[in-house]
């Protein structure tokens, strides 16, 4: 009789399932639990945290603003509204359902999502990372064009 060895993960692997599965759970009670600012900034303060300071003190949005409001917008399904109010949120969004969706597949076809991870390499992975923090900072670069308009460049 031939018995199949059970599979056996790495640590890293149940850490980055349990991490996508961590992040849908997220985003359903964002859908749920929070209705969207319609400042477009803000949402965050339904959940207890304190109002942006830049935002209160000069009016100039900090590098994250919106991206809650942003979200939660997606979450409902009004990606037109999420891209408008912070685009770096709905980006944020659509990756955590992307990756969740992938690590599921991965996980199901009895490889390990880590191993899968390093096998695109270093060189591809810090290329996606720049390619992240340009994202990040063109969405702050939108945010502040929103908010201030574009009299403040000078």
């Not at 692997?13 to 969207?36: D, E, I, N, Q, S």
Request: glycine share 12%.
């Amino acid at each position: 009789m031939d018995v199949q060895a059970p599979l056996r993960r790495s640590s890293e692997h149940r850490l980055l399932c349990g991490g996508a599965v961590a992040g849908l759970l997220l985003l359903l009670a964002m859908g749920f639990l929070l209705k969207p600012d319609a400042r477009g900034y803000g949402t965050h303060e339904r959940l207890g945290f304190a109002p942006c300071m830049p935002m209160e003190v000069w009016n100039v949005p900090c590098p994250g603003c919106g991206v809650t409001t942003s979200v939660t917008h997606a979450v409902r399904g009004e990606l037109a509204a999420s891209l408008r109010t912070q685009p770096f949120g709905l980006a944020l969004f659509i990756a955590v359902l992307v990756f969740a969706v992938w690590a599921f597949f991965v996980h199901l076809s009895g490889r390990d999502v880590w191993i899968q991870i390093r096998s695109v390499g270093r060189p591809r992975l810090y290329k996606w990372g720049g390619a992240i923090c340009v994202l990040f900072v063109a969405s702050w670069f939108y945010k502040l064009v929103a908010v201030r308009g574009w009299s403040w460049l000078g």
